[in-house]
């Protein structure tokens, strides 16, 4: 071989990385609400980081409807080649296929795990002038005085099968007391009417009740976690008040893959996913919120997960009576 034959081959060896990473087809996260809610913000973010990592464009598709169900639907029927991912919530997975007459998709079979990427809780938030009046210093005060008065609590949830009605439910079942829960269809709706007084209560993630608390006319009671948020160590998991021992809803978001994507883009993406989530800037990222950013180990932990949370996802679904036709 020629010394100039060998200088081509050499360049051609060192030009086939850069030429791979140019012919890769973005990486598509779909999120399964609108833009501007807690879960579009956290895909957003992990894309914007995701993309250095991984040397490949990122690009975040709203596929909202459905209670999640069609941004899942959309996942489980993407082409299987390493270029479709989801942030898909507990409730999706875990609740709605003992809510729903019917699913698109069949979770254990549709889906390829690959990492858990957050966790967070219900908080439970009243109106502080009207907890100051009642004399609702904590969460225990307010189930008491509940139970002198059956319904008389109105609590904003975000719809029937979500998790926000199912720890509500769960609530009402373990601590015996009557809260009625009220459907809305957007947080903002209910900030507003537990702000006027039109409303006692609302149940929500962290992301939309904190800046309410912030303001002082908000009272945070307590979170669904059994244990503390981190992100807010000064409000007590609802599992602290008497009588609620054991209680502990999670809301927390999986990274999924259609079932058939090879088994080294599954790797890839899990280690991609993994570098991002375990950085401190997105950590900080994602406690702003609301969430704390989770890694798995593998995917093997990721599948294991939702497998053990579906028998108490659907004890709470049938806890609750909630059905969707």
Request: charged share 15%; hydrophobic share 45%; proline share 6%.
């Amino acid at each position: 071989m020629t010394r100039t034959s060998r200088r081509v081959l050499l360049l051609a060896g060192l030009a086939t990385p850069s030429l791979a990473r140019a012919q890769r087809r973005p990486l598509r996260i779909v999120i399964p609400f609108p833009p501007g809610g807690g879960v579009d913000s956290l895909g957003r973010v992990l894309a914007d980081r995701l993309a250095p990592v991984l040397d490949q464009a990122v690009v975040v598709d709203n596929r909202s409807g459905g209670g999640g169900l069609i941004g899942a639907d959309a996942v489980a029927k993407a082409p299987a080649d390493g270029t479709t991912i989801g942030v898909i919530g507990a409730a999706t997975l875990c609740a709605a296929p003992f809510l729903q007459a019917s699913m698109p998709f069949d979770v254990a079979r549709d889906f390829r795990a690959v990492t858990q990427i957050s966790d967070s809780a219900v908080l439970l938030g009243v109106n502080a002038a009207l907890a100051q009046q009642r004399g609702w210093t904590d969460l225990g005060a307010m189930l008491g005085w509940a139970r002198a008065n059956p319904g008389a609590i109105r609590v904003a949830h975000a719809g029937v099968g979500t998790v926000s009605h199912l720890a509500m439910s769960a609530l009402n079942a373990q601590a015996s007391v009557e809260l009625t829960l009220v459907p809305y269809r957007g947080g903002a709706q209910a900030a507003t009417d537990v702000l006027t007084g039109t409303i006692e209560g609302s149940a929500d993630l962290p992301s939309a009740l904190i800046p309410l608390a912030e303001g002082g006319r908000l009272r945070l009671l307590g979170a669904s976690s059994g244990t503390r948020l981190s992100l807010l160590p000064g409000v007590p998991a609802f599992a602290e008040t008497i009588g609620l021992a054991g209680f502990d809803i999670r809301s927390w978001n999986m990274i999924l893959a259609p079932a058939a994507t090879p088994e080294a883009e599954i790797a890839r993406l899990h280690a991609g996913l993994r570098q991002v989530a375990t950085s401190s800037g997105f950590r900080d990222a994602l406690r702003s919120l609301g969430y704390d950013a989770v890694s798995s180990a593998s995917p093997a932990v990721a599948a294991q997960l939702v497998r053990d949370e579906t028998p108490r996802w659907q004890r709470l679904v049938q806890a609750s009576g909630a059905r969707v036709e």
